[in-house]
């Protein structure tokens, strides 16, 4: 369905979807010159107890990243959500340990079946994912240059935000950085 290193886009507005399809460009890395930024939990942080405080830093410095990102075009401010970031750490966790990327997770759900799963209970929600990118900016500088995504980002309507990543297997020669964030509004 997709080609390319930023995913696909869903987003629901009171019952009607919308699909866009990207063609932007898979990231030309290799896997093995490519070392996650100390900024990145490894997949083993995220899942420790003593790693929570790295993985709050992490969000938060994604949350920081998106807000100055959507005031410099004009759009509030979002707030981080539980039940969001439960909803986009399990589909990178997904993503990575059965390397794709792609909005239909492994189990056949999608993002409004995720966001209802961890108990989110939205009026409006969008989904970007990503594979590859070694760093927050990296990440947000390609969703920003491709227009499905930036739409997604820098949409007023959305004003809550969960945030996921996991590491896992490359594909091909994109490295196995997964990421995903997903936005929405109760």
């Known amino acids: 369905m997709k080609k390319n290193g930023l995913g696909l886009i869903r987003r629901q507005w009171a019952g ?10 898979l ?13 990145l939990p490894a997949r083993s942080t995220v899942l420790s107890a003593t790693g929570v405080a ?31 970031d439960d909803a986009a750490q399990a589909h990178a966790e997904d ?3 059965h390397g794709f990327m792609a909005h239909v997770g492994s189990d056949g759900s999608g ?11 939205f009026w409006a929600y969008g989904e970007n994912v990503a594979q590859g990118q070694t760093s927050i900016d990296q ?21 809550e935000l969960g945030v996921g990543y996991a590491e896992g297997p ?5 490295p196995g950085f997964y990421w ?5 509004r109760r």
Request: glycine residues 8%; positive net charge; aromatic residues 4%.
């Open 170 to 174: 490359a594909r091909g020669n994109v």
């Open 54 to 84: 790295a993985v709050d830093h992490f969000r938060r410095n994604m949350l920081e990243s998106l807000n100055r990102v959507r005031t410099a075009n004009g759009a509030g401010t979002l707030r981080l959500n539980r039940a969001l």
């Open 180 to 184: 995903a964030i997903e936005l929405g």
């Open 27 to 39: 990231l030309a890395c290799t896997a093995s010159a490519v070392v996650p930024p100390a900024s």
């Open 111 to 121: 993002p409004a079946e995720r966001l209802t799963q961890a108990g989110y209970r």
């Open 139 to 159: 990440v947000i500088s390609d969703w920003m240059n491709s227009p499905s995504h930036r739409d997604n980002m820098l949409d007023p309507g959305l004003d």
């Open 16 to 25: 009607l979807a919308v699909v866009a399809v990207l063609a932007g460009p």
């Open 95 to 97: 993503m990575a340990r």
